[in-house]
C-alpha cells in the first residue's frame, strides 16, 4: 500500500531546500566545474528511493544528489564534497558528479549511460550474493541513445536480473529536443529488449511509487527487470549556467553576445545558399523559442509544489513537517560552511 | 594582424576551409548550438546535431571519411573517448596499413581536454599520450590561438585520422561552458598568451610534427604542450632571476613527435625537463626520455607531470597539475 504522501513530501522538500542551497554555494564561486542539479525530478527518486533497503544498490548519473540524501547519507558530508573538503563524502576526490557511498552502495558516473552496465552488474552481484536485493539505475533519455545502455537492458534480460531501469525523461539531451535525437518509441525499445516498460508522470510521486512497488516486487521475487519511464521537468536545464536558459531569463544582457556574430557569420561571404543559411537560422531560433515555451513555467510539473497543494489541506501538519525541514537543512549548511575546513 | 581567442580561431580555420570545399561536414552532441556561427553560414545539412551515441557517431564519421567526405567530429570531452574508442583504436587508424596503404580515413576529431576549473577527474583528463600510443594516429595539441587555427587548417588537409585536442583553460568558449557557467565569481589560472592572440588575416596551415621553440636557454630545456607550455614559460621568468637558463620547447604535435627538435636542443642544454599534464607513467614524458636515449645524448632528466587522479578539489587539483613551483623546483634539483 502506498504511504502517506506526507512522508514522501519530506524528502522532495528536503532535496529541493538543499539543492538550492548548493546552486546557491555554486553561484558565490564556492562549489567549482559544472553543476546539475536534480530539481524537478525529486518525486521519481523519491518515489525509488523510498522502497530501498540495505541490500540494494544504485548506480547514479551526474545528478546524483537527491538519490543519496533520500538514501540516508549524510547531508553535511555531501555538501562538504561539494565544497572540496577533505572531510567530504568522498574526501574532496569526486564533487559532485563522481559521488560514492560504498555504505549505501550507491556508486555515480558523469559518463551517460554509464548507470546500464553498473545497474546490471549490482544486479548480478544481488541475484548470486543477496538474493531479493535489487539495483537501481537512475538516467536521462538522452542516454538511451547510448549503446551501453541499450546492451545493459538486453543483459538484465537474458540474465533475469533484478535490475530497475529508471529513466527521467525531460525532453532535452543535454541542450538538444530529444525527440530530434531519437528514433521510435522508447518503451517500445526497452520491450524490444524483453524488459517490460512502464511509463508515468514523474512529477506525480505517489504515480511514480506505485509503478517502483511493482517493478520492485517483480525484481525482489525473481520475475526480472523493468523498465520505468518517468516524464520530468529539470527546473533548472542541463546544469546551472546553461546559454539557452540564460538567454530566456536575461536576454539584454546574453543575445547581443550571441546575435551580433551569430548575423556576422550568416551574412559572410562563402558557404551555403541563403535558403540553406535561413534553415541554419530557424534552429538556432528554434532551440531558443522551445526554451521560451518550457514547461520550467508551470508549477504543475514541479513535484515539490504539486505534493504540497494536496498536503495544504492538513496545513498545520505541513507546515510543522517544513520548519523541521528547513531548520535541519540550515543546520547542515551551518555545519559545512562554519566548521574549519580540516 | 587580427587578435583571436582560442577557440574562435579554431572555428575561424574551420570556416575558411568549409568555404572553400564542401566535404568538410560537421558533427557532435550539441553541435547546432556550439557552433551556430557554422550553422547559419553553411547550413543544417553539414553542421548537424547528434544523439548522444558517441560509438555511433563516431564510427560513422570514420567510415564517411573513407568514402568521400571530411568529416569533422566532435566529442564533448577526451575522457569520453572512453565511450567510442574502438572507431578510433580498431578502425580510423588501421584502414591505412590494413588496405595495404591504398585506403585513408582523413577525419578529424576535434575534442577538448584538460583541467584547471574544478570539474574532477572524469572530466579533466588529457589523455595525449593514450591516443598518441596507437600507430596511425595524428594527435594534436595547440598552445596559442595562432597555432590551434593553424594546426586545425594542417588537420583538415590531413590525410588520415587526426584527434585535435583543445585545452579548456585556453578556450573562453569551453571555460565559460564547463567552468564558470557565466559566474563572475570564479576564477581560473589562465594563460594570457594561450587564451587570446594575433592570428593571420587568412590561414595557412601549421606544419603536423614541427615543434616550435618558445624560449631559448642555456642551461635546460622544458619540453611540453598545451598549458604545460606556458606554465614552463612563467617557470623559466622566475628561474631567469636566480641565473638559470632555460629554454621552453612547445612540441605542438603530440605524434608524430618532432624528434629532430627534441634532440637538437637537449643536446645543446644537456638537461631535459618534461612538463606533461598528462599521466606521467607510460606516457609522453617517458617517450621523449627514449627519443633522446636512442640518440645517445646524455643528459640529466625529470619530469612535472600528473600521477593521479586528478582530485575535484580546487587546491589540491593545482598541486596534481602541473604548476610553476612544481617546474622550478626540478629544474632546481637538475641544476644541482
Known amino acids: 500500500m502506498a504511504p502517506e504522501l506526507l512522508s514522501l513530501y519530506g ?96 556508486a555515480s558516473s558523469g559518463i551517460v549511460g554509464a548507470e546500464g552496465p553498473a545497474a546490471a552488474g549490482f544486479a548480478l552481484s544481488a541475484q548470486y550474493l543477496n538474493s531479493g536485493a535489487v539495483a537501481v539505475a537512475f538516467f536521462g533519455e538522452g542516454a538511451m541513445n547510448q549503446g551501453m545502455l541499450m546492451e545493459s537492458l538486453n543483459l ?48 506525480d510521486v505517489l504515480e511514480v511509487w506505485e509503478a517502483a512497488c511493482a517493478a520492485i516486487e517483480r525484481a525482489r521475487s525473481g520475475q526480472g527487470p523493468t523498465f520505468l519511464h518517468a516524464r520530468c521537468v529539470h527546473l533548472e536545464g542541463h546544469f546551472l549556467g546553461m546559454q539557452l536558459l540564460r538567454i530566456v531569463r536575461e536576454p539584454l544582457r546574453e543575445m547581443p553576445e550571441i546575435a551580433i556574430p551569430l548575423a556576422r557569420s550568416f551574412l559572410r561571404p562563402g558557404g ?12 538556432v531560433l528554434a532551440a531558443v523559442l522551445s526554451s521560451l515555451r518550457d514547461p520550467r513555467r508551470d508549477s504543475a510539473y514541479d513535484p515539490v509544489q504539486r505534493a504540497r497543494k494536496t498536503l495544504l489541506a492538513d496545513a498545520a501538519r505541513l507546515q510543522s513537517l517544513e520548519d523541521r525541514i528547513e531548520q535541519e537543512i540550515s543546520r547542515v549548511l551551518k555545519a559545512a560552511l562554519e566548521e574549519a575546513r580540516p | ?130 591516443l598518441a600510443h596507437i600507430p596511425g594516429l595524428t594527435v594534436l595539441v595547440p598552445s596559442t590561438p595562432a597555432d590551434a587555427g593553424g594546426l586545425m587548417l594542417a588537420a583538415l588537409r590531413h590525410d588520415g585520422p587526426v584527434v585535435f585536442l583543445e585545452h579548456k583553460l585556453l578556450s573562453e568558449m569551453w571555460l565559460e561552458f564547463m567552468g564558470s557557467g557565466a559566474r563572475r565569481t570564479v576564477q581560473f589560472d589562465v594563460p594570457a598568451e594561450g587564451r587570446k592572440g594575433a592570428v593571420p588575416r587568412r590561414w595557412d596551415p601549421v606544419p603536423i610534427g614541427k615543434a616550435v621553440l618558445r624560449r631559448t636557454g642555456d642551461d635546460v630545456t622544458i619540453v611540453s604542450v598545451g598549458v604545460g607550455v606556458h606554465r614552463a614559460l612563467e617557470a623559466a621568468q622566475v628561474l631567469d632571476t636566480e641565473g638559470i637558463s632555460a629554454g621552453v620547447l612547445d612540441l605542438r604535435t603530440v605524434s608524430p613527435l618532432d624528434i629532430v627538435a627534441v634532440r637538437e636542443a637537449v643536446a645543446r642544454s644537456g638537461r631535459l625537463l618534461v612538463v606533461d599534464e598528462d599521466y606521467e607513467g607510460f606516457g609522453l614524458s617517458g617517450e621523449l626520455s627514449a627519443v633522446v636515449l636512442e640518440a645517445g645524448i646524455s643528459c640529466k632528466y625529470a619530469r612535472v607531470c600528473t600521477k593521479t587522479t586528478i582530485p575535484y578539489a580546487r587546491d589540491r587539483e593545482d598541486q596534481v597539475l602541473p604548476n610553476c613551483e612544481r617546474i622550478c623546483a626540478g629544474i632546481r634539483r637538475l641544476m644541482q
Open chain 2, 1 to 130: 594582424m587580427r587578435t583571436m581567442f582560442f577557440t574562435q580561431a579554431v572555428d575561424d580555420a574551420l570556416a575558411q576551409a568549409m568555404a572553400d570545399d564542401p566535404r568538410f561536414i560537421l558533427f557532435g552532441e550539441d553541435v547546432p548550438l556550439l557552433r551556430r556561427n557554422l550553422l547559419v553560414r553553411f547550413g543544417p545539412g553539414r553542421v548537424r546535431g547528434t544523439p548522444i551515441s558517441e560509438s555511433a557517431f563516431l564510427g560513422a564519421g570514420v567510415a564517411a571519411a573513407m568514402t568521400g567526405l571530411r568529416p569533422v567530429v566532435e566529442i564533448y570531452m577526451v575522457d569520453f573517448l572512453g565511450v567510442c574508442m574502438d572507431a578510433l583504436l580498431n578502425h580510423a587508424a588501421k584502414v591505412e596499413a590494413f588496405s595495404g596503404g591504398k585506403w585513408t580515413a582523413p577525419v578529424v576529431v576535434r575534442v577538448p581536454c584538460g583541467g584547471g576549473y574544478g570539474d574532477g577527474g572524469q572530466h579533466e583528463q588529457s589523455l595525449w599520450g593514450w
Open chain 1, 272 to 283: 551555403a545558399a541563403l535558403r540553406e543559411r535561413m534553415a541554419g537560422l530557424k534552429e
Open chain 1, 11 to 106: 524528502p522532495m522538500l528536503r532535496s529541493r531546500l538543499f539543492e538550492e542551497a548548493v546552486a546557491k554555494l555554486w553561484n558565490d564561486g564556492l562549489i567549482s566545474g559544472e553543476m546539475h542539479l536534480g530539481t524537478g525530478e525529486e518525486a521519481i527518486i523519491a518515489g525509488v528511493v523510498a522502497q530501498l533497503g540495505e541490500s540494494d544498490a544504485m548506480a547514479l548519473d551526474h545528478r546524483g544528489t537527491a538519490a543519496l540524501l533520500m538514501r540516508g547519507v549524510d547531508p553535511v558530508s555531501i555538501l562538504r564534497e561539494l565544497l572540496g573538503y577533505p572531510d567530504g563524502l568522498c574526501g574532496g576526490m569526486g564533487g559532485h558528479m563522481h559521488l560514492f557511498s560504498k555504505e549505501h552502495l550507491a
Open chain 1, 156 to 203: 538484465a534480460s537474458t540474465w533475469n536480473l533484478p535490475a530497475l531501469f529508471v529513466c527521467k525523461n525531460d525532453g532535452w539531451a543535454i541542450t538538444s529536443r530529444s525527440e530530434k535525437m531519437t528514433g521510435g518509441d522508447l518503451n517500445e525499445r526497452a520491450r524490444g529488449l524483453g524488459v517490460p516498460a512502464v511509463e508515468f508522470d514523474g512529477w
